[in-house]
């Protein structure tokens, strides 16, 4: 099965930025839609981007729009997520998934396979 590590999350002042990454296993990798979402702490996992496997279609949620880049490495087996201008409403646990299929690219029932989350903390 696909296994997903997150790396890269920390603490960082409002307007600041940070990039988060997803290493993943699998020798099909180029063949996953790729997405990150976040959770906070007594809400349903929010969508944030995702990429399809050429790299050559992306969906951003309009909470981060404009702010946000998703991209992936397909010879890497990474996919990132830079993100710019942080506001303290960002602050959450961002977690990578994969699937191999998707009807809904911004619901998290899509996704099969999900990292371990990484915090990004931004302060005010």
């Known amino acids: 099965q696909v296994q997903l590590v997150e790396s890269g999350g920390g603490l960082v002042q409002a307007g600041g930025s940070l990039s988060v990454s997803c290493a993943a296993t699998g020798r099909t990798f180029s063949s996953y839609v790729m997405g990150w979402f976040r959770q906070t702490p007594g809400k349903e996992r929010e969508f944030v981007a995702a990429i399809n496997g050429s790299g050559r279609r992306i969906y951003y949620a309009d909470s981060v729009n404009g702010r946000f880049t998703i991209s992936r490495d397909n010879g890497k087996n990474m996919v990132y997520l830079q993100m710019n201008s942080l506001k303290p409403e960002d602050t959450a646990v961002y977690y990578c998934?994969?699937?191999?299929?998707?009807?809904?690219?911004?619901?998290?029932?899509?996704?099969?396979?999900w990292g371990q989350g990484t915090q990004v903390t931004v302060s005010s």
């Open positions: 998934a994969a699937t191999t299929s998707v009807f809904r690219w911004l619901e998290s029932n899509e996704y099969a396979y």
